[in-house]
């Protein structure tokens, strides 16, 4: 079942995130997932309105601009989570429709099925792997560039623990920061919610890449099944043509 291995990789991401449920269906398990899912929405809710206020109270327009870009993905990941989330029942199906697809594939076609939608989804897994390899590295140069890029230098502790260009995320501050075990709590959620929200938005696109493609492999086994068929009625028809030749060569 190669469509279910290879979507598999991107639906076990949807189910870290809390979109699909786990395995598990015991009460305390379903509770203790609902839990979950529920600090997932606090952290990418909070952090999107955190976000939105700075962009209304914000002067600088280059911290307006890298916020409203972040923000757009926060935004938009949140809509697309719960959207999913509520209706993840449908989305489930979507991969056991595709197991389906490829069994009766397999039934119609034989191994040689198999043999083609692997080698055609082979690259679909490779380039969702970097997809999201790619997104979580950027995530850690975002993460650390505060570190570097706006580091402390003259500012007394004060100044520095409630700038907000001081973390990762452009986010307004409620309250005031004085100690720096304040301010790391405040750094690592802010790095929670950059890498929880990439998950989301990656994986999501991921699911639903892998999904088209593979419905695509389908597709084209399909179109190369008959093409094979044509090819060999067309050989069968020539060679009758050419045996019904030679015996009315013979007759005259």
Same mark, same amino acid.
């Given at each position: &079942? ?6 598999s ?6 189910r870290?995130?809390? +979109? ?13 997932? %609902?839990? !979950? ?8 809710? $909070?952090?999107? =309105? ?33 959207? &999913?989330? +509520?209706? %993840? ?7 056991t ?11 119609? !076609? ?11 989804l082979?690259? &679909? ?7 999201? /390899?790619?997104? =979580? $590295?950027?995530? /850690? ?6 570190? /570097?890029? !706006? ?6 502790? /004060?100044?520095? !623990? ?31 919610? $950059?890498?929880?929200?990439?998950? +989301?938005?990656?994986?999501? @696109? ?8 593979? +419905? ?13 068929n ?19 060569? @013979? =007759?005259?």
């Amino acid at each position: &079942m190669q469509n279910c291995d290879y979507l598999s990789s991107a639906y076990s991401v949807l189910r870290l995130i809390g +979109v699909f449920p786990s395995n598990d269906s015991t009460i305390w398990a379903r509770l203790a997932f %609902n839990f !979950y899912r529920v600090i997932i929405f606090i952290i990418l809710a $909070l952090f999107t =309105i955190l976000m939105m206020v700075q962009m209304l109270v914000t002067t600088d327009l280059t911290m307006l601009a890298k916020t409203i870009d972040i923000w757009t993905m926060f935004f938009s990941g949140l809509y697309k989570w719960l959207y &999913m989330t +509520v209706f %993840n029942w449908e989305f489930a199906q979507l991969k056991t429709a595709l197991i389906q697809l490829q069994t009766q594939g397999s039934m119609a !076609y034989g191994r040689s099925a198999n043999a083609f939608t692997a080698d055609y989804l082979k690259q &679909m897994q490779k380039i969702s792997y970097w997809y999201l /390899f790619s997104g =979580i $590295l950027a995530a /850690f140069f975002i993460i650390v560039s505060p570190l /570097f890029t !706006y580091s402390r230098g003259d500012r007394s502790d /004060f100044q520095y !623990y409630n700038d907000p260009k001081s973390y990762p995320l452009s986010c307004w501050i409620p309250f005031t920061l004085n100690e720096n075990w304040m301010f790391v709590i405040v750094f690592v959620c802010h790095s929670i919610a $950059l890498i929880l929200i990439v998950l +989301v938005y990656l994986g999501i @696109d991921t699911y639903f890449f892998g999904a088209i493609y593979a +419905v695509g492999g389908q597709i084209e086994l399909l179109s190369t099944s008959l093409n094979n068929n044509e090819n060999n009625l067309a050989q069968r028809k020539y060679k009758i043509i050419i045996s019904y030749y030679y015996k009315l060569t @013979d =007759i005259f």
